[in-house]
């Protein structure tokens, strides 16, 4: 089976009356130093009369600022990708992309707590001599402790609010690996991105899934950055395509911006296919 693969993605925001809206900005674009090949990449944004800018960040994030001029009663955003889902070694030949932004040593935690004690303490954490090693065993406790949940309204827990609860989303796990990470003098950052599986049935594949997924990149010495997913326990793969990489969750926000008080409501398409072989 090609290792080629499409991914729509749509977004579409209705509102309750015409409203007025600041620059919003899309992180919707693998980054620069996405290890899986971006063969093509298309975004569309209605209204059509929309201004979209192009800019890049020092962390390599390709980011769209959009401009309606106008008032507006919806506001849709579709993105088609074609990637290389070829496996990966995640180690071998680990991007080495900028550093992390200086102020992340500013949000290091200064009290470590009793929970996040028990976390770095494991045996495994513990017995882990060698950095990758010992990255590897806090991902897999995470994953084992925090059990997964989905939750739709916005904003990141604190690890400390995690930890207590024993739960959260992809989103609270990666940022609990972010920080203890940090506690443990390594260089972390939030990863948000595209995650496709595969689904298998009887030995074959039968469904691709795709959804928006968050992760962390922890920067190991003389390996580079180095993806893991904290939901499942495993290193980042062919399958994880990063489209933002931040010092901070909300700074790698799929999409962000202001506009005028209205309710509003919003839904998602997204669809993955193989393509033929050529």
């Known amino acids: 089976m090609s290792s080629h693969v499409m991914l729509t993605h749509r977004t579409c925001y209705r509102y309750d009356r015409p409203v007025s809206m600041g620059p919003q900005t899309i992180r919707l674009r693998p980054t620069l130093y996405s290890r899986t090949p971006v063969l093509s990449y298309n975004l569309n944004v209605q209204p059509t009369e929309s201004l979209v800018k192009w800019t890049q960040d020092a962390l390599g994030n390709q980011v769209a600022c959009v401009e309606c001029a106008d008032q ?3 506001f849709d955003i579709e993105v088609a990708l074609m990637v290389d889902l070829t496996p990966y070694d995640p180690v071998a030949d680990a991007a080495i992309c900028p550093e992390p932004l200086r102020e992340e040593e500013g949000l290091t935690p200064q009290r470590i707590s009793k ?19 010992k990255i590897k065993a806090l991902n897999q406790v995470i994953a084992q402790r925090i059990q997964y949940q989905r939750r739709m309204e916005p904003g990141v827990w604190t690890a400390e609010e995690t930890l207590q609860r024993a739960t959260g989303s992809c ?7 972010v920080s203890v990470a940090r506690q443990l003098g390594f260089s972390a950052r939030f990863v948000s991105g595209y995650l496709i599986q595969e689904e298998c049935a009887e030995g074959k594949i039968t469904t691709l899934n795709g959804d928006l997924h968050a992760w962390a990149q922890v920067l190991i010495p003389q390996k580079g950055w180095i993806g893991f997913d904290t939901t499942s326990g495993f ?4 399958g994880h395509i990063p489209l933002a990489v931040a010092n901070t969750p909300q700074d790698a926000a799929p999409v962000s ?4 008080c209205c309710k509003a409501v ?4 997204m669809q993955v296919q193989h393509l033929p072989r050529q």
């Open 72 to 74: 507006v009663t919806q």
């Open 115 to 133: 929970n996040m004690q028990s976390l770095i303490g494991a045996h495994q954490v513990l017995a882990a001599q060698d950095p990758l090693d």
């Open 171 to 177: 989103r609270d796990s990666a940022w609990l690996l």
């Open 235 to 238: 290193l980042a793969g062919a």
């Open 257 to 260: 911006g202001v506009l005028d």
């Open 266 to 269: 919003f839904d998602v398409f």
